[in-house]
T-cell receptor
Framework: NAGVTQTPKFQVLKTGQSMTLQCAQDMNHNSMYWYRQDPGMGLRLIYYSASEGTTDKGEVPNGYNVSRLNKREFSLRLESAAPSQTSVYFC??????????FGPGTRLTVT | GQQLNQSPQSMFIQEGEDVSMNCTSS?????WLWYKQDPGEGPVLLIA?????ELTSNGRLTAQFGITRKDSFLNISASIPSDVGIYFC????????????FGQGTTLQVKP
């Protein structure tokens, strides 16, 4: 089992460009989450999907959209990237006892 | 909003020493989780705690769920160089969303 996979691993964007971060899990979990991690601030929830076909905003959703494509895949889209979105992005899926399993992250720089 | 406060913010210790860190909140949580993050990697679950007062071990790691349900503690015994990393606590928010709130992390450095 690969667990949670994310692509790409690194990305550099110019201000105003768009991109989609991909996430997939092979653990048959219902719930999936997108976080951003900034220095000294822990992990902050951007969006989550409690089950296939549903998505909800987290703590910091502005500037992002998500799609729960199927049970395995949950993507995060930046429509018009801004320097404030420079961060490390993590996808996670939730196990049966509320524990979350994280992917390796995408390191995004917006210039 | 709810916050988790981790202390200390960072630690620099000698190999072989024991380590203690904690996480406190003004809110009650019914589940506490502890994660470790190595540089350039995603967080990895170390220990999950589901009951107030519960003490759970994972090798040299021991975590406790505080009686008040507003705090949790992580201890590492006989530290080794590969213990280096950032340790995060997380509390499970109420409701069925499974949303977690994370502390800001404790950075551990171990001197061989």
């Amino acid at each position: 089992n690969a667990g949670v996979t994310q692509t790409p691993k690194f990305q550099v964007l110019k201000t105003g460009q768009s991109m989609t971060l991909q996430c997939a899990q092979d653990m048959n979990h219902n719930s999936m989450y997108w976080y951003r991690q900034d220095p000294g601030m822990g992990l902050r929830l951007i969006y989550y999907s409690a089950s296939e076909g549903t998505t909800d905003k987290g703590e910091v959703p502005n500037g992002y959209n998500v799609s729960r494509l199927n049970k395995r895949e949950f993507s995060l889209r930046l429509e018009s990237a801004a320097p404030s979105q420079t961060s490390v992005y993590f996808c996670a899926s939730r196990g049966y006892l509320y524990e979350q399993y994280f992917g390796p992250g995408t390191r995004l720089t917006v210039t | 909003g709810q916050q988790l406060n981790q202390s200390p913010q960072s630690m620099f210790i000698q190999e072989g020493e024991d380590v203690s860190m904690n996480c406190t909140s003004s809110s009650i949580f019914n589940t506490w989780l502890w994660y470790k993050q190595d540089p350039g990697e995603g967080p990895v679950l170390l220990i999950a705690l589901y009951k107030a007062g519960e003490l759970t071990s994972n090798g040299r790691l021991t975590a406790q769920f505080g009686i008040t349900r507003k705090d949790s503690f992580l201890n590492i015994s006989a530290s080794i160089p590969s213990d280096v990393g950032i340790y995060f606590c997380a509390g499970l928010l109420s409701g069925n969303t499974g949303k977690l709130i994370f502390g800001q992390g404790t950075t551990l450095q171990v001197k061989p």
